[in-house]
């Protein structure tokens, strides 16, 4: 628990804002016992209010006070257990009503004593368990809205220690990515400098490298616009149109609203390079590639077909859609959905993704 309350402390303005309203309440608590008080005296006294009503102010002062270092106390106890801090919670309201009931005797029988009273050990253990009712009161109130406010360090703590869980989750799944990416692209280099390509090659590398610089220096755990993920893709189809040239046809169909839509940087391009990879680089055939974006209901939908054989390995998933569905779930939870598998004519992906993520 000392760990949960100190995340608050650790905030300037949390810490200032917890100060204030630990003196609100003792203020408007001792604002509260100085009226009954003072009704009660107009019932019961006879002295006039001339006489107790400076009595009472500085009777208040005098709690308000000891409420106020009994407070700084059980904050240095934050380490304790809860159920320890009320105990000593309870050994201190003791205290604090045995200390006033001495200072308010002390000021009416010896100070400034009252006309016509001397010292009563029966009214003082009276006065001593109405200080003792008051304490309890503002003892357990204070600790209720410690409680209250440690609740609520612990969840920004469970939310904070989560959102982390995610980015780390993230960060591993797009470094997962990006040597699989990188070994493709290098493999395709060394295949056009085998078949004599050598300008191409160059051409690719000079593309890749820009890829990389675009791709690299990016949040790995952040969101895009589907728009930017779009011409990233396109950096990565320049870089395979050095080598495939003519034989790969890319069709984009994504209206300018659809285009904001947030996505997880690299989303597509294991969808792209599977289409290639299995559906043109295993055959003399062109290959088209689609990609395209609708709206249904409260998400939009992506989908990246080829009229090829480009998608997962026989017999498994493949690392590439593997990776785009943890990715999907890791940024969205539930509300991220990939759906691959063969099409009338090709083969066919669908990410669902929330329009408003």
């Not at 006039?48 to 009503?53: A, D, R």
Request: charged residues 20%.
């Amino acid at each position: 628990m000392n760990e949960l309350h100190n995340i608050g402390i650790a905030d300037p303005a949390v810490a200032n804002r917890r100060r204030r309203w630990e003196l609100i309440l003792i203020g408007a608590f001792w604002a509260f016992a100085v009226l009954m008080l003072s009704l009660r005296a107009l019932v019961i006294d006879s002295l006039p209010l001339s006489i107790i009503g400076p009595r009472r102010l500085v009777t208040a002062l005098v709690g308000a006070t000891l409420c106020f270092a009994m407070a700084r106390a059980l904050a240095a106890l934050r380490g304790w257990s809860f159920p320890g801090r009320v105990v000593w919670g309870l050994v201190g309201a003791f205290l604090m009503s045995v200390t006033l009931t001495g200072v308010t005797m002390t000021l009416n029988r010896i100070i400034f004593p009252l006309p016509g009273m001397s010292f009563d050990i029966n009214e003082s253990a009276q006065w001593a368990l109405v200080w003792l009712g008051y304490f309890l009161a503002w003892t357990g109130t204070h600790l209720a809205l410690t409680y209250h406010w440690e609740s609520e360090d612990h969840h920004q703590h469970a939310m904070m220690l989560a959102e982390m869980t995610r980015d780390a989750e993230r960060a591993a799944l797009r470094y997962q990515l990006n040597p699989h990416f990188l070994f493709n692209s290098l493999n395709s280099v060394a295949s056009l400098v085998g078949d004599g390509c050598n300008r191409e090659a160059e051409a690719m590398l000079v593309n890749l490298a820009a890829f990389l610089r675009c791709t690299l220096t990016a949040e790995p755990s952040g969101l895009i616009s589907l728009g930017e993920e779009i011409a990233l893709q396109r950096g990565y189809l320049d870089i395979e149109r050095a080598r495939f040239g003519d034989r790969l046809d890319v069709k984009i169909d994504v209206a300018d609203d659809l285009a904001r839509t947030p996505v997880p940087l690299l989303i597509l391009q294991p969808l792209i390079e599977n289409a290639i990879r299995h559906g043109l680089a295993r055959s003399e055939i062109p290959l088209t590639i689609r990609v395209a974006a609708r709206r249904s209901g409260r998400s939009v939908l992506v989908t990246v077909d080829n009229d090829g054989d480009g998608g997962a390995e026989p017999g498994g998933s493949g690392l590439g859609l593997a990776n785009v569905g943890a990715r999907l779930r890791a940024h969205f939870g539930e509300q991220g959905v990939l759906e691959a598998g063969p099409c009338p004519g090709g083969f066919r992906a669908t990410l669902t993704l929330p329009s408003g993520a």
